[in-house]
């Protein structure tokens, strides 16, 4: 009789998901998910029993780290009283919500309007932009990800939405930003250069047509390029000089990430608006918010805010923020984020040491990014921005290797991001680091001589 294989529990359950479902930004066919059954802290388990450290904490957003039954008793509670209202209604806890917001949030930064994701808050806040000023365009930066909705994907500087770049929508405009690693020139040039440029543009424009100027708070999935020093407070300048809103998007930058509450508040400024979600429920729940600064706010006292959604203020995803930023507090995870982000920068230089493909590494807090190159002196990438599949063989070699060690992190182009749970220790990042390192010795082979 012939010999008929037997499959495991994880090999089923990935079949069945590549049978009757889709996977975002993936080809659909040859792919090996983790079949994740159980996660806590920072360690994902599969069916078969098999450990991986998050490393990326899912998708930059599970920052409270995975399995805190505070908010299963939060939700639970929740959904014991009353699990939807419509958003004309009011509960307890949207109210109590908001208001932790406004007192987390600086400046006159005191208003919420609760969206379900980072998209639908960056689509909302462009609306915004647009309803209070009168002018229409947007100005963003290249290399920026600000989700994949119709207008958010248009103000990203993503290469995602290039197969789509037919149906973008109208009236965004965007500028290059070069980083300090990239840029010949020095520091106080690339910031003299990077201000002028968006001066002319502006200037290019008309800054009567400009409604906003939408920013991350600190990069991410792009490669975390920093800002110039003082970058953004010059952008803050010029966007108050011409009446221009600035918009910050923290969706992945928020809620600890960078060691503060807000990416921003490392560079010392108050936007107009912020873009939330990802860290606000660290993804127990989708949920997303806007704030929006009291000036903004009050021009609708007496005029319909014409802005909605069906799951607006949902009180269980209400309930599961609340209880989420009373955790970064009790459990003191933005401190440990930013003394974690050092420990993790020291160990980095280490590392470079041993790996000469290491060409860069930007973090803030535990918003990392590890840069690999063929050559040193030339940085010439292991894999170059929006790289094809033949141009991927080492990078997909070492995410593999990544992978088959137990680790689960994102890797992009010639990127490795190191972005774990804010709760992580010391113990559990040289856990990853070693892993890391050993798939690294993959990338070192490839160097050119």
Same mark, same amino acid.
């Given at each position: 009789?012939?010999?008929?294989?037997?499959?495991?529990?994880? =090999?089923?359950?990935?079949?069945?998901?590549?049978?009757?479902?889709? !996977?975002?930004?993936?080809?659909?066919?040859?792919?090996?998910?983790?079949?994740?059954?159980?996660?806590?802290?920072?360690?994902? %388990?599969?069916?078969?029993?098999?450990?991986?450290?998050?490393?990326?904490?899912?998708?930059? /957003?599970?920052?409270?780290?995975?399995?805190?039954?505070?908010? @299963?008793?939060?939700?639970?509670?929740?959904?014991?009283?009353?699990? &939807?209202?419509?958003?004309?209604?009011? @509960?307890?806890?949207?109210?109590?919500?908001?208001?932790?917001?406004?007192?987390?949030?600086?400046?006159?930064?005191?208003? $919420?309007?609760?969206?379900?994701?980072?998209?639908?808050?960056?689509?909302?806040?462009?609306?915004?932009a647009r309803l209070h000023t009168g002018r229409h365009k947007i100005?963003?930066?290249?290399?920026?990800?600000?989700?994949?909705? *119709?207008?958010a994907m248009t103000a990203s500087g993503d290469p995602r939405k290039?197969?789509?770049?037919? =149906? =973008?929508?109208?009236?965004?405009?965007? !500028?290059?930003?070069?980083?300090? &690693?990239?840029?010949?020139?020095?520091?106080?040039? +690339?910031?003299?250069?990077?201000?002028?440029? +968006?001066?002319?543009?502006?200037? %290019?424009?008309?800054?009567? *047509?400009?409604?906003?100027?939408?920013?991350?708070?600190?990069?991410?999935?792009?490669?975390?390029?920093? %800002?110039?020093?003082?970058?953004?407070?010059?952008?803050?300048?010029?966007?108050?000089?011409?009446?221009?809103?600035?918009?910050?998007?923290?969706?992945?930058?928020?809620?600890?990430?960078?060691?503060?509450?807000?990416?921003?508040?490392?560079?010392?400024?108050?936007?107009?608006?912020?873009?939330?979600?990802?860290?606000?429920?660290?993804?127990? #729940?989708?949920?997303?918010?806007?704030?929006?600064?009291?000036?903004?706010?009050?021009? !609708?006292?007496?005029?319909? +805010?014409?802005?909605?959604?069906?799951?607006?203020?949902?009180?269980?995803?209400?309930?599961?923020? #609340?209880?989420?930023?009373?955790?970064?507090?009790?459990?003191?995870?933005?401190?440990?984020?930013?003394?974690?982000?050092? &420990? +993790?920068?020291?160990?980095?230089?280490?590392?470079? =040491?041993?790996?000469?493909?290491?060409?860069?590494?930007?973090?803030?807090?535990?918003?990392?990014?590890?840069?690999?190159?063929?050559?040193?002196?030339?940085?010439?990438?292991?894999?170059? !921005? /929006? $790289?094809?599949?033949?141009?991927?063989?080492?990078? *997909?070699?070492?995410?593999?290797k990544i992978k088959e060690l137990g680790m689960y992190t994102f890797?992009?182009?010639? &990127?490795?991001?190191?972005?774990?749970? #804010?709760?992580?220790?010391?113990?559990?990042?040289?856990?990853?680091?070693?892993?890391?390192?050993?798939?690294?010795?993959?990338?070192?082979?490839?160097?050119?001589?």
């Open positions: 009789m012939p010999e008929t294989s037997i499959k495991s529990e994880s =090999q089923e359950i990935i079949e069945e998901n590549l049978d009757y479902t889709l !996977f975002s930004w993936s080809k659909q066919k040859g792919i090996n998910p983790i079949a994740v059954e159980s996660a806590e802290g920072v360690y994902l %388990y599969d069916y078969d029993g098999k450990k991986y450290l998050d490393f990326s904490s899912g998708l930059m /957003n599970v920052n409270i780290g995975h399995g805190n039954q505070r908010i @299963t008793m939060a939700v639970t509670r929740q959904m014991e009283e009353v699990s &939807y209202v419509t958003p004309s209604s009011v @509960t307890k806890v949207r109210g109590q919500l908001g208001k932790k917001l406004a007192e987390i949030c600086p400046g006159d930064l005191n208003k $919420a309007f609760f969206t379900l994701s980072g998209a639908d808050s960056i689509e909302n806040a462009i609306k915004l100005l963003s930066r290249y290399k920026s990800y600000h989700g994949s909705s *119709n207008a290039l197969p789509v770049d037919s =149906q =973008q929508a109208t009236n965004f405009v965007h !500028f290059d930003l070069p980083y300090l &690693y990239r840029w010949e020139y020095g520091e106080e040039n +690339l910031l003299k250069e990077s201000v002028s440029q +968006l001066e002319r543009i502006i200037a %290019y424009e008309g800054p009567n *047509n400009i409604a906003a100027i939408l920013l991350e708070g600190e990069s991410g999935s792009s490669g975390c390029m920093k %800002y110039p020093k003082g970058y953004l407070k010059k952008v803050r300048e010029i966007s108050t000089r011409t009446g221009i809103l600035l918009i910050m998007d923290e969706v992945m930058s928020g809620f600890g990430r960078t060691g503060k509450w807000f990416g921003f508040q490392n560079h010392d400024i108050i936007p107009d608006m912020i873009a939330m979600a990802k860290g606000l429920t660290s993804g127990y #729940l989708p949920f997303g918010c806007l704030m929006v600064s009291e000036k903004i706010a009050s021009k !609708f006292d007496d005029v319909m +805010l014409p802005l909605g959604l069906t799951y607006s203020a949902h009180p269980v995803c209400c309930a599961a923020a #609340l209880e989420n930023l009373q955790i970064y507090e009790d459990e003191n995870l933005i401190e440990n984020a930013a003394e974690m982000g050092k &420990y +993790l920068d020291g160990q980095i230089e280490i590392l470079k =040491q041993k790996h000469p493909s290491i060409g860069d590494w930007r973090n803030t807090g535990l918003l990392g990014c590890l840069e690999l190159v063929k050559d040193r002196e030339s940085k010439e990438p292991m894999a170059p !921005f /929006n $790289a094809k599949p033949d141009e991927m063989i080492i990078m *997909n070699k070492v995410a593999a890797v992009r182009w010639n &990127y490795i991001f190191i972005a774990p749970p #804010l709760c992580i220790t010391k113990e559990q990042i040289d856990e990853g680091l070693a892993i890391i390192s050993e798939a690294i010795n993959i990338a070192d082979e490839a160097i050119s001589k």
